[in-house]
């Protein structure tokens, strides 16, 4: 087999297991979407979470937007909500890149429209502050390159 032949061949399980991930974080993101979707009042036309995981905490604030331009505090059942945000976490996660996200702001909108933004470097921004031992025990689930440690979160580990 010729060189070129060789790497073709070495590259086709990296390319299936990254088209696996990427179906894993898509599957995961339609259905936070939907279960946002699905929790919506009537006349809804936007619907904000914004989350924070670390370890085994979880906080999260789910606000709707109606047509009239109001918005108000969204009803979601948490314990199923913070399960889809875990495995959403948990299919992002990528050693090799940017380790896990901290937090994340998803908008979901009638039909299939959303938008993501995730946050892997900034320190979450807890109404009650965890325990730097919470961000340990991440780190020891969700393990990073050195390199990739913010300084606020290597001070955190370095004092457990």
């Known amino acids: 087999m010729s060189p070129p032949e060789q790497e073709a061949q070495d590259a086709a399980p990296q390319d299936e297991q990254a088209a696996a991930r990427t179906q894993r974080v898509e599957a995961a993101l339609d259905e936070l979407a939907a279960f946002l979707r699905t929790g919506a009042s ?4 936007r619907v904000d979470l914004a989350a924070r995981l ?3 905490a979880a906080e999260a604030d789910v606000h709707e937007s109606l047509g009239d331009g109001s918005t108000s505090p969204a009803a979601v059942a948490e314990p199923e909500l913070f399960g889809l945000l875990r495995e959403l976490r948990e299919a992002m996660y990528d050693p090799d890149d940017d380790g896990a996200w901290f937090s994340l702001r998803l908008y979901a909108v009638p039909g299939d429209g959303r938008w993501l933004a995730v946050n892997h470097f900034g ?8 325990p730097d031992e919470k961000y340990r025990e991440d780190l020891e689930r969700y393990p990073r390159e050195y390199s990739e440690l913010p300084d606020w979160l290597s001070a955190k580990v370095e004092q457990t």
């Open 42 to 45: 009537d006349g809804w036309v």
């Open 123 to 130: 320190e979450p921004a807890w109404r009650v502050p965890l």
């Open 54 to 56: 670390v370890a085994d």
